[in-house]
């Protein structure tokens, strides 16, 4: 970049992870480098280990180098892991920091398939796991113990939106070693820094946002500082995590436009949220950004803005009236995941787990997804739908 001068979110979006050094670097986009052998020159250079010799395909060619370049840039990571999912980035890292015989807190709302892995192969391995309290903050403090050897963190929980207190909970477990890490795929690396809140590792499920396309499964790993990012690179070499190029391309190509995507959802997302406040249907709108959330001051605090996604809890319905809701809607898709270009809903109840605090809500809680449809047509979609609960 030409002037020493911090240049903007956007502009570093566009400008970062565009290697000089690859071959085609007269092409916008990196290209798609697709390799398992790289060649060397002589035999000798073979186990010469040299930095800038290019080993073999699994550690990546220079497709997924540009793309961890932009998201250790977006994350202000010193170093990253890409895995084949989100899901993937989460159990791996976690792999990486728990010990045999170790203690291992986590956020009660944490992601199911998460919680999933943690208890049905996690647990199997000799760890103890035990949820905490989302709202713990610095009372975490007692739960902590001489074996803890990691928190994780998932800020909000993309469920229930509850918010965890990062830099209480960093300050905490770094004077006591403890290794920290977040998923943190709700704030897209771009609405949440929270390596420079102190946390070790930034998660990301790029599925979502990164991509935005709803069309390629991808994780990634930000690490803090060098020494966390090798532990993290060193488990993916010996364990052969590795990703294609051309799904590492289509997430870079994802990312260019993730920044414009992500304000018109924030906005949208808002709109929607603010007009279901209204609606005698609704018991509860969960959205970090409204300032009834209960965690209002610690979004303000942390966050620099709020993503597409968002809850509310209906008033007590039978389940068949909120199957009619949902199927009465034409523009909101009905499946998992989010963060695409086009908007999403789903009902949640089958998949909230909860042991440290149970879920007590008496209403249904129906999830959207906002996508970049005009806000008026999806709030008159969704005030049709809502026909279907009287
Ligand atoms: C909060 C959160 N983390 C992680 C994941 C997993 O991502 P992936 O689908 O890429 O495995 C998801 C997917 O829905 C998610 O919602």
Same mark, same amino acid.
């Given at each position: 970049m030409s002037t020493d001068k911090p240049k903007g979110a956007h502009t570093r979006l566009v400008h970062t992870g565009r290697p000089k050094h690859q071959y085609h670097a007269d092409l916008v986009n990196p290209a798609i480098e697709r390799a398992s052998t790289i060649l060397f020159e002589r035999a000798a250079d073979l186990y010469a280990h040299?930095?800038? %010799? =290019? #080993?073999y395909g699994r550690m990546g060619t220079a497709t997924q180098t540009a793309l961890c370049d932009a998201?250790?840039?977006? +994350?202000? &990571? &010193?170093?990253m892991v890409l895995t084949p999912s989100g899901l993937a980035a989460?159990?791996?890292?976690? %792999?990486?920091?728990?010990?045999?015989? /170790?203690?291992?807190l986590v956020s009660d709302s944490v992601y199911g398939p998460t =919680?999933?892995?943690?208890?049905?192969?996690?647990?199997?391995?000799?760890?103890?796991?035990?949820?905490?309290?989302?709202r713990a903050g610095a009372a975490l403090k007692r739960q902590l113990r001489?074996?803890?050897?990691?928190? #994780?963190l998932e800020s909000p929980g993309s469920l229930t939106l509850e918010i965890n207190d990062l830099p209480a909970i960093a300050k905490m477990a770094r004077s006591r070693g403890i290794t920290t890490l977040i998923d943190n795929t709700w704030g897209a690396g771009w609405f949440l820094k929270p390596l420079a809140l102190g946390i070790d590792y930034s998660i990301q499920a790029a599925t979502k946002y990164h991509t935005g396309h709803s069309d390629v499964l991808m994780g990634a790993i930000a690490a803090r500082d060098e020494t966390s990012a090798k532990r993290m690179a060193d488990y993916a070499r010996l364990g052969g995590i590795t990703v294609s190029p051309d799904d590492a391309y289509l997430v870079l190509r994802g990312m260019r436009t993730m920044g414009v995507r992500l304000e018109r959802q924030e906005q949208s997302a808002l709109s929607i949220a603010k007009w279901f406040r209204g609606r005698d249907e609704v018991e509860q709108v969960l959205h970090p950004a409204l300032p009834e959330h209960p965690d209002h001051a610690l979004w303000q605090r942390d966050f620099s803005g709020s993503s597409g996604l968002f809850s509310i809890i209906l008033k007590p319905v039978p389940t068949k009236?909120?199957?009619?809701?949902?199927? =009465?809607? +034409?523009? #909101? @898709?009905? @499946? #998992? *995941?989010? /963060?695409?270009?086009? *908007?999403?809903?789903?009902?949640c109840d089958p998949q909230i787990r909860r042991t440290a605090n149970p879920w007590t809500a008496a209403g249904p809680l129906v999830r959207f997804s906002i996508g970049l449809e005009d806000v008026d047509d999806l709030i008159a979609d969704i005030e049709a739908?809502? +026909?279907?609960?009287d």
């Open positions: 040299k930095p800038d %010799q =290019r #080993f998201i250790a840039d977006l +994350e202000g &990571a &010193a170093g989460c159990t791996m890292a976690l %792999q990486v920091v728990c010990k045999t015989g /170790g203690h291992l =919680r999933g892995f943690l208890d049905e192969v996690l647990a199997k391995t000799g760890i103890k796991i035990e949820y905490f309290d989302p001489d074996n803890t050897c990691a928190i #994780f009236k909120v199957y009619a809701f949902l199927d =009465r809607l +034409e523009l #909101f @898709g009905l @499946g #998992f *995941s989010w /963060g695409g270009f086009e *908007s999403l809903a789903i009902h739908g809502l +026909e279907e609960l």
